[in-house]
């Protein structure tokens, strides 16, 4: 069974940039079919699908967040990393790695996702 785990700093500076690590075991970042997000959610809202990142490579990122994300993977340490740049208040949130199957880059929300990891609370401070 896969597990994923979050790692990063919880408290982060106005404008600063967000750096986040998720480690996935039990199963390889290039498998077939899978692909892996990026998800956030603050108290009171649903997810947000922040982006992907397919097994050749591909990302794909939500609209709103498109300037200021990033998403790469280092297969020999089976990881994902996420960065955000320029944070701001509204970023506070706790941040969670995913596995989705099949995703096709045709939408931008976390319908496809089968695994999530335990997630990572950030704030951001002033």
């Known amino acids: 069974q896969v597990q994923l785990l979050e790692s990063g700093p919880g408290l982060v500076n106005l404008s600063q940039t967000l750096s986040l690590t998720c480690t996935v075991s039990g199963g390889s970042i290039i498998m077939h079919y899978y692909a892996w997000s990026w998800i956030r959610q603050t108290p009171g809202m649903g997810p947000e699908w922040m982006g992907v990142?397919?097994?050749?490579?591909?990302?794909y990122y939500t609209p709103s967040l498109k300037s200021r994300i990033s998403i790469s993977r280092d297969t020999s340490k089976n990881q994902l990393s996420l960065r955000l740049v320029s944070m701001n208040p509204e970023d506070t949130a706790v941040y969670y790695c995913a596995r989705e199957k099949d995703y096709n880059g045709t939408y931008y929300n976390a319908s496809g996702v089968e695994d999530w990891g335990k997630g990572t609370l950030v704030t951001v401070t002033s």
């Open positions: 990142i397919l097994k050749n490579g591909t990302t």
